[in-house]
């Protein structure tokens, strides 16, 4: 017999007995009825009395008739309850939940900017909440619940990468370690809040790169020998025609004479009407 069937039965059997206590005590003098009546009274109290328990992958949330928490009964565990003191109210998932995130610009030790892309793996314990958080966090919903993670869990990984070089958590190497030490913080930082997170992959690294600022600054570093080179033939015929001291300058007049516009090096440096424009020579006959 499950525990809920057990329950009513003893209630049947409750009632039964006060159905004959009414009979017996109705039957005699009141004396008797005087004594019989603090049983009757406990008898229609055991009829308020419920059995619950708790499903799987969950926890539920007692409240007094105030609406004040006044339990939290955790996943397959018996209770019995009086309607009278208690009744259950939220039920809370337990299972494992995930949420992804991204973290952008944030700087190592070494000011390096950083790009991350991390999954969070968590589950909640209501248990654990602290008692003066209980009555606003056992009401979140699932997702204000991974918002809450989401949040306590960047500033947890921010700090940490923050005290470390980029090229002692960039590596493949390490991508392990850093997984285990970020899921330690974050774990630490959210079991006040009823939240528990592994402390081997409750934080997995998806990607973790420098900014795109950085990386193209580091394409335009590698490309500019390449650029440079582009630039000194393309500059070869000039060379040829007025020598190395001049094709420059003579590379820029014909530049400024064919389109009008003056490189903008140059506007940084002197006023456009400065200028002193040389016109190429011609090559003598």
């Known amino acids: 017999m499950s525990f809920r069937a057990t329950v009513c039965a003893l209630k049947g059997m409750v009632c039964l007995l006060l159905l004959f206590l009414v009979a017996v005590f109705a039957a005699f003098d009141w004396t008797l009825l005087a004594i019989g009546l603090p049983?009757?009274?406990?008898?229609?109290?055991?009829l308020t009395v419920h059995g619950y328990?708790?499903?799987?992958?969950?926890?539920?949330?007692?409240?007094?008739?105030n609406g004040y928490v006044k339990r939290i009964v955790t996943e397959g565990q018996r209770v019995l309850y009086c309607t009278f003191w208690e009744r259950p109210a939220e039920i809370i998932d337990t299972s494992i939940k995930s949420t992804e995130d991204r973290y952008n610009g944030f700087r190592t030790k070494d000011n390096v900017p950083m790009d991350m892309r991390v999954k969070l793996y968590f589950r909640l314990d209501p248990?654990?909440?602290?008692?003066?958080?209980?009555?606003?966090?056992?009401?979140l919903n699932?997702?204000?619940w991974?918002?809450?993670?989401?949040?306590?869990?960047?500033g947890t990984v921010i700090t940490y990468i923050g005290q470390q070089r980029y090229r002692h958590i960039?590596?493949?190497?390490?991508?392990?370690?850093?997984?285990?030490?970020?899921?330690?913080?974050?774990?630490?930082?959210l079991?006040?809040?009823?939240?528990?997170?592994?402390?081997?992959?409750?934080?997995?690294i998806q990607d973790i790169q420098p900014t795109n600022a950085v990386l193209e600054a580091i394409v335009d570093r590698i490309n500019a020998p390449l650029k440079g080179q582009a630039a000194v033939e393309t500059l070869e015929p000039v060379t040829d025609q007025y020598g190395k001291d001049r094709a420059l300058e003579a590379a820029i007049a014909a530049t400024?004479?064919?389109?009008?516009?003056?490189?903008?090096?140059?506007?940084?440096?002197?006023?456009?009407s400065a200028l002193p424009v040389m016109r190429p020579r011609k090559p003598a006959t």
Do not use: W
């Not at 248990?127 to 009401?139: M, S």
């Not at 991974?146 to 960047?154: G, H």
């Not at 079991?191 to 997995?204: A, C, E, M, Q, T």
């Not at 400024?256 to 456009?272: A, C, F, K, M, W």
């Open 39 to 46: 049983m009757l009274v406990l008898g229609v109290l055991a």
């Open 53 to 65: 328990m708790t499903p799987q992958c969950t926890a539920t949330v007692f409240r007094d008739p």
């Open 127 to 139: 248990t654990l909440i602290r008692e003066h958080e209980r009555p606003q966090l056992v009401t």
């Open 142 to 144: 699932d997702e204000a």
């Open 146 to 154: 991974k918002n809450l993670v989401r949040t306590v869990t960047c």
């Open 170 to 189: 960039a590596p493949t190497e390490y991508r392990d370690a850093l997984c285990a030490r970020l899921s330690h913080e974050a774990a630490q930082a």
């Open 191 to 204: 079991r006040g809040l009823g939240v528990i997170i592994s402390p081997g992959f409750g934080v997995s």
């Open 256 to 272: 400024i004479l064919n389109t009008g516009i003056v490189p903008s090096v140059i506007q940084e440096e002197t006023d456009r």
